[in-house]
């Protein structure tokens, strides 16, 4: 041990708005959590700024608590409580809660209320958690990692009420490193990579001003197996048999490929069963951004400091 003091997060600035779902991505350790919590008032910054509904979080009142609904990427429910009885007392501490009963019966949760919180699956509790940060009708909910777990009938279930609740106004601010998340839910990305912001934008936005995005487009179809590719093949593109009967072209895909591609499968006599053509994902550009950004690094930070963020 030196006696420093290790940096954790730094040169994060955003904002988030009402009627908004603003995504916060990056792999593990890059600092989500840490800023969120920091956003919370649950962990202590060393500098920088933050405003959450106008306040400090770092010195919230419960006031200011009752408006702001948070669920942690562990759940921080008490283990030996039950589902139902849990939210129910969680309810009792709002003036205005809202109904407990809606709640289980829109997340499922009655099918196992009579199971111990450490008994129950990753995603049940995940779904527990998301009720009891929705029991006091927040303003600003804070979720991270929100579909850590769920199975994909709980997740598109989570997905369809994070939609509602953005639709009727609420500021909700999600992490996940899940880019497909991410790229369903979001109307506005920020891409965190060891503690600082790299890039930040609407999906589309950040689709759009990549590079290797631009150039960069994959039309995968599914026909006969063990045909010859030779006739479809050019400089700068790459295709393949990628398994039989499945192939793939990759590269700087121009209107003349896909021509070049309705004349082979004349050639060949062949009708795909599918054909699907794409630009790179979110998840694509934001590797490609973080080994960027990884690239170019500093040398290893040693104070910890938040910089901005605002929730209006």
């Given at each position: 041990m030196d006696g420093r003091m290790k940096r954790i997060v730094s040169?994060?600035?955003?904002?988030?708005?009402?009627?908004?779902?603003?995504?916060?991505?990056?792999a593990n350790g890059a600092g989500k959590t840490t800023t969120i919590e920091c956003a919370q008032g649950l962990q202590q910054r060393t500098g920088g700024h933050i405003s959450l509904l106008g306040h400090d979080p770092q010195h919230a009142s419960a006031d200011l608590r009752a408006r702001?609904?948070?669920?942690?990427?562990?759940?921080?429910?008490p283990p030996a409580a039950r589902p139902i009885a849990l939210l129910r007392h969680v309810a009792s501490l709002y003036a205005n809660p809202l109904s407990v009963d809606a709640l289980v019966e829109r997340?499922?949760?009655?099918?196992?209320?009579d199971t111990n919180i450490r008994r129950l699956s990753g995603g049940q509790k995940q779904r527990v958690a998301l009720a009891a940060s929705l029991l006091g009708n927040p303003e600003v909910l804070f979720l991270d990692e929100p579909s850590a777990g769920l199975d994909p009938q709980s997740r598109l279930m989570v997905f369809e009420l994070i939609r509602e609740l953005r639709d009727s106004g609420k500021a909700i601010i999600l992490t996940?490193?899940?880019?497909?998340?991410?790229?369903?839910?979001?109307?506005?990305v920020y891409i965190v990579d060891k503690g600082e912001s790299v890039a930040q934008g609407t999906v589309q936005e950040l689709l759009e001003h990549s590079t290797s995005a631009q150039k960069h487009r994959v039309m995968t179809f599914e026909t006969t197996a063990g045909l010859a590719l030779s006739a479809l093949q050019r400089p700068g593109l790459a295709c393949t048999e990628?398994?039989?009967?499945?192939?793939?072209?990759?590269?700087?895909?121009?209107?003349?490929?896909?021509?070049?591609?309705?004349?082979?499968?004349?050639?060949?006599?062949?009708?795909?069963?599918?054909?699907?053509?794409?630009?790179?994902?979110?998840?694509?550009?934001?590797?490609?951004?973080?080994?960027?950004?990884?690239?170019?690094a500093s040398a290893e930070p040693t104070s910890s400091n938040t910089e901005t963020m605002g929730i209006s």
């Open positions: 040169n994060i600035s955003l904002k988030a708005h009402f009627g908004a779902v603003t995504a916060l991505l990056g702001v609904g948070v669920m942690l990427q562990d759940g921080g429910l997340l499922g949760i009655g099918e196992f209320s996940t490193h899940l880019l497909d998340d991410a790229q369903r839910l979001a109307d506005y990628t398994r039989p009967g499945s192939y793939s072209i990759a590269g700087g895909l121009q209107p003349d490929d896909l021509a070049r591609f309705g004349s082979w499968c004349v050639a060949h006599q062949v009708m795909p069963t599918a054909v699907h053509l794409a630009s790179q994902s979110l998840e694509d550009v934001f590797l490609a951004i973080s080994n960027g950004a990884r690239e170019t």
